[in-house]
């Protein structure tokens, strides 16, 4: 199992871009999320998903849109690009049902600059 | 609302030596708590996790945590450091309540580990 994957790792953006970073898990879980890392901020939850075709908004969801159009799928897009949004973004997924193990499962990683 | 506090964002530690990296956390119900280990350039890794029953768990890497109701407190510890031990840790929080699927995360506590 590739467990989560994460597309691009790296990408460097000029503001107002619009870009799409990819999450693909192999685990069949039901839930994904969208974190940023910031230095010092921890990561925050930018969206989340629990099931094909629902979305909700984190903790810190403006400037970001996603889709999850597939189960084992999770879009995260950028649709103008600021400054501000220079991060590193993890996705992840977890398993919620019956004998759930309740920790997160995590990606590598995509390092995005906006400049 | 849910927080999780981390109040060293930085320990250092001899090797051989014990260790321990505090935490203490927030949540309107009874938590789910866990923490996370992160390497230079990687994702987050899963260490342990407190759901139910004994309140001392033991994860991987020969860490163990304490969950203490009274004091709030998921402090992580190991018995003799490791110079691998050296990265980034993460405590996490989640309400038990129906529907609570979001992780908190603290802001993050390096460890070093000195040889």
């Known amino acids: 199992n590739a467990g989560v994957t994460q597309t691009p790792k790296f990408r460097v953006l000029k503001t107002g871009q619009s870009m799409t970073l990819l999450c693909a898990q192999d685990?069949?879980?039901?839930?994904m999320y969208w974190y940023r890392q910031d230095p010092g901020m921890g990561l925050r939850l930018i969206h989340y998903?629990?099931?094909?075709?629902?979305?909700a908004k984190g903790e810190v969801p403006d400037g970001y849109n996603v889709s999850r159009l597939k189960k084992q799928n999770f879009l995260l897009g950028l649709e103008s690009a600021a400054p501000s949004q220079t991060s590193v973004y993890f996705c992840?997924?977890?398993?919620?049902?019956?004998?759930?193990?309740?920790?997160?499962?995590f990606g590598p990683g995509t390092r995005l600059t906006v400049t | 609302a849910q927080s999780v506090a981390q109040p060293e964002d930085q320990v250092n530690v001899a090797e051989g030596n014990p260790l321990t990296v505090k935490c203490t956390y927030s949540?309107?119900?009874?938590?789910?708590l866990f923490w996370y280990v992160q390497y230079p350039n990687r994702g987050l890794q899963f260490l342990l996790k407190?759901?139910?029953?004994?309140?001392l768990v033991k994860g991987s890497y020969g860490f163990e945590a304490e969950f203490n109701k009274s004091q709030t407190s998921f402090h992580l510890k190991k018995p003799s450091a490791l110079v691998s031990d050296s990265a980034l840790y993460f405590c996490?929080?989640?309400?038990?309540?129906?529907?609570?699927?979001?992780?908190?995360f603290g802001k993050g506590t390096k460890l070093s580990v000195i040889p």
């Open positions: 949540v309107s119900g009874n938590p789910y």
């Open positions: 685990m069949n879980h039901e839930y």
């Open positions: 992840a997924s977890s398993y919620e049902g019956s004998g759930t193990r309740y920790e997160q499962y």
């Open positions: 996490a929080v989640r309400d038990r309540g129906a529907g609570s699927y979001q992780l908190t």
């Open positions: 998903s629990v099931g094909e075709g629902t979305t």
């Open positions: 407190y759901i139910t029953g004994d309140n």
